[in-house]
């Protein structure tokens, strides 16, 4: 539960410094998954999270959508420059990697301004080891700090990815399900795609100077989900989910997922795959529950796939 509580931590504050503008509590709550979808249960765990990071040293600030209209709804965001130190005169690769460790360690059990959490950031004095509460760390790795510096200057990096040298305009960095994974548009496939970062086979380098690329609106929605973290080409997949579980379905990939509602209370939804053997799991989630109608060929490969699995079980 920790962990959980801490990734959507972490898809929160990242939602919040991407944010060109305040978002609304229902916008935080499309965007970061984890939240509860009855509301006041979501209300309850926002105030939550948003008490925590404070404590954490980030400066979330609450504005009015409209500031000529005092009546305007509320919204939330972190700027960056409330929340970045200037530099310190470290090197680019010193400061990264100052960054990196601060965004990943002690983030739970720890109050006030000690739970030093951010990428660039100030916070009070390491409590003694005797002080210290109980922990959770986030695991990072060596290509984390080039990829957030690529991230926010807008280059292009290089690396390998099952054995091909990819030059992707990186867009947002996710943690789920315990990994970190970078979605970017990569050139050579003229396409966006998501690499899992623990796959890279080389050290990604930035490429490019600053600046080299402009980051589409749809680059600050919410983390993909897993049958979109692959590297697979895509397609966009047809389910049918019966009335039984079309509520649950809906909540979970979003209305704009919504092809079709039936009379019967069944739902249609389209989804984006790039990850068969997730959208596979997926699926077979819902047993009875849930058919995939189409694209014919993809369809078939369900079917092929089902078959083999069927025989070896008989």
Do not use: C
Not at 205 to 220: L, S
Not at 277 to 288: D, Q, Y
């Amino acid at each position: 539960m920790a962990t959980d509580r801490l990734e959507r931590l972490v898809n929160l504050v990242a939602a919040l410094l991407e944010a060109p503008r305040p978002l609304t509590r229902d916008q935080l709550r499309e965007r970061v998954p984890g939240y509860a979808h009855e509301e006041a249960a979501f209300r309850r765990t926002f105030e939550r999270d948003k008490e925590s990071l404070r404590q954490m040293g980030i400066p979330i600030s609450v504005e009015l959508l409209d500031p000529s209209s005092p009546d305007s709804q509320e919204g939330y965001r972190v700027r960056r420059e409330h929340y970045e130190l200037p530099d310190p005169g470290l090197k680019p690769d010193e400061l990264a990697a100052l960054h990196l460790a601060a965004s990943t360690v002690q983030l739970e059990g720890l109050t006030g301004t000690e739970a030093l959490w951010k990428l660039g950031g100030e916070g009070g004095g390491a409590p003694a080891d005797d002080e210290a509460g109980p922990t959770v760390a986030l695991p990072g790795s060596e290509e984390l700090a080039v990829l957030f510096g690529a991230i926010a200057n807008r280059q292009t990096v290089r690396f390998a990815y099952k054995a091909e040298d990819r030059e992707v305009n990186p867009y947002r960095l996710s943690f789920r399900n315990g990994h970190w994974y970078l979605a970017g548009h990569d050139h050579g496939r003229e396409g966006e795609r998501v690499y899992r970062l623990d796959r890279f086979e080389t050290d990604p380098v930035a490429v490019t100077e600053a600046g080299a690329f402009e980051r589409p609106p749809h680059a600050g929605g919410p983390p993909p989900h897993p049958w979109e973290l692959g590297d697979e080409n895509p397609v966009v997949a047809t389910v049918l989910v019966d009335a039984d579980q079309a509520g649950w379905v809906v909540s979970e990939v979003g209305s704009g997922a919504v092809q079709d509602r039936r009379p019967d209370g069944s739902v249609v939804v389209n989804l984006p795959v790039s990850n068969r053997a997730a959208f596979r799991s997926f699926v077979l989630g819902f047993l009875e529950h849930a058919e995939v109608l189409g694209p014919p060929d993809f369809r078939s490969d369900i079917v092929d796939w089902l078959s083999e699995m069927a025989a070896v079980v008989g």
